[in-house]
């Protein structure tokens, strides 16, 4: 055939295949690099090859440019070059060094570069699905000309995000392509061994979207493919499945060939690799000549080598940077011997209304959807009717329409994952999860990703997102999966921010303060409370309460009693019980537990010289336990015993209701245990 019959059969534009390869050589020429390092041992991080795969991420960078969005995944080198990161940081970053493209902090699973729209990489298989939604969902909510590319290997079919990721896309029809890059091996396992499905496009069709099984090692048949489907996706008919059809040539991770194919299999897996194959093509259809190609060949070589001298020179990461990018404000980390003062809020100004804790919460969101176009919520059943199970979103729906107030199917993971993304760019996402025991479901999107990410870009990005969770315990009758406080799950996780408001206008404060802050926030809200609260005046305008400010509910000069949440009201009520016996105790409601007011804390316990912190959660491993032990380290000269805490029991909460009012601290069994204390060293 000669080189003319040639170019009119390609079914691709000539210029096009040559843009192709040039992406697929940059890749190569990092793949060896990379490969070349690890084998001679100066390079030292994990390597998960993508050899094979070049062609998918090369053919999709000439269809789309940094405005539109990608996630990828741990094995996503050759989608960042094809993206458009600088390899100068993309290798700094795998190398751990300040120059970095995300300062070092994240390493290769977790590029971050917004310039060139690589907005996410994870490291857990699947997860990068429900947060591609969300950067789908900002971009339509802002009516903005993008498409969403979310990557991810076969084995992440298996994943249950994946799948409540493109439920929720097709339901909401959002600009979002799942491109599944089947290498035809989950990790170290191979398909058949995992599935039973024919293949994985036809998922789409289930979820009532398309899908499409296509050839990826042809860069021209893809070309084609992807070609319609980024013009159908763009023109917002909805999201789209491809199953890009490719082979693994290299191991699961580091620089071997892959052990689980045959001699056959992996003969024939490198005469159909699409780096040499479409070098040949366009020698022999005569588009280049050999001293063009081996010219674009030689130009990736010399920018990969010189993006490899640049990381190796850069200067390695150390301790002085450990918290920075933790939060917006490094002094929010907590530090042993560092308690810093924050001012307490200002007095309400303004108009206001006597509210319920729950229609408090309902203003705070109503303030924040009317002060910023950025702001929309997500949850289970939150439209009108009914406005939420525990009514916290009555009337908002119908204000503020269905686009801003958006009933989600009941996936957590597809909720949280979906916020995330919209926060990754500027939007400020109020995601409700109903019960506190519903983070198990979703606590990989919350603690792997939105909690980590500032940090893991090095700043680059961050998550100002809010998550509102409903606590059952201290009502009755709903048992050990609906009664839960698990505020300790969350403050061993680096990066939240954590409200437990115990009164009606702290809810109303706190939960505008979450909205607006910059990192993403939990907002505890005891069931006990959105009914029985006392009323109170709450502010109809702008109204914040600090974090990291405790606030004296009860002065006493005996006994320090520290709190938050419902509790708050069980030990005000204990230490009204304790004054008919001479025993003055101060109460301190928290408010906030991260970050936590050790400042007020110490400075009560100054004056009252014994501590007992209460909680609703399990005793073993609660907070309690971490600010106990801190008012002994810091105060243990001039305590007259030591400090204490006091949680429910190590056993499930039980249905019985009288049973869970025996399991938690209640108003006499605090006192009680308040006289122990008292008993102890005088």
Known sequence: MTADTLQKNLGIDPDVLVKIYTQMSRIHEVDKAIRSGLSSGRFQ?????MTGQEAIPATISTLTDANDYMVTIYRGIHDQVAKGVPLKGLFAEAMARKDGVNKGKGGSPHISD?????????AIVGAGAPIANGLALAAKLRNEDRVTIVNFGDGATSIGAVHEAMNLAGAWKLPVIFVCQNNQIGEYTKIPDYTASPDFAGRATALGFKGVKVDANDPAAFYAAMQEIVADVRAGNGPFFVEAVTLRLGSHAGFAPNELLTKDELAEGRSNWPV???????????ILTEAEVAAIDAAAAAEVAEAVAFATASEPIDESDWFNDVYADSADVPQRGVYPFRAEEGPVTGETRSMMM?????????????????????????GDPPGGVFKTTAGLQTKYGKERVRPTPIAEQAIIGAATGAALVGM??????????FLGVSIDQISNHAAKQRYMSGGATNVP???RVLVAGGLGGFGAQHSQSLEAWLLHTPGLKIAYPSTTLDARGLLSTCIFDEDPCVHFESMAMLFSAPKEDVPLGDYRIPFGVAKVRREGSDISLITFGWQVNQCLAAAEELAQEGISAEVIDLRSLMPLDYYRVLDSVKKTRRALVVHAATEFCGLGSEIASTINEELFPILKAPASRFGAVYSPISFSKEMEAKQMPHTASIAARVREVMKDRG
């Open 276 to 286: 040499p194959k479409t070098r040949a093509l366009l020698l022999e259809a005569g």
């Open 465 to 467: 997102m809010t998550m």
């Open 45 to 49: 991080f994990t390597y998960w090859p």
């Open 358 to 382: 729950f229609e408090a919460i309902i203003a705070a969101q109503d303030h924040a959807l009317a002060t910023d176009p950025g702001v929309f919520l997500l949850g289970e059943d939150i």
């Open 428 to 437: 400020r996402p109020v995601a409700e999860l109903m019960f506190s025991d």
């Open 114 to 122: 917004p310039s060139s729209g690589s907005m996410l990489t994870t």
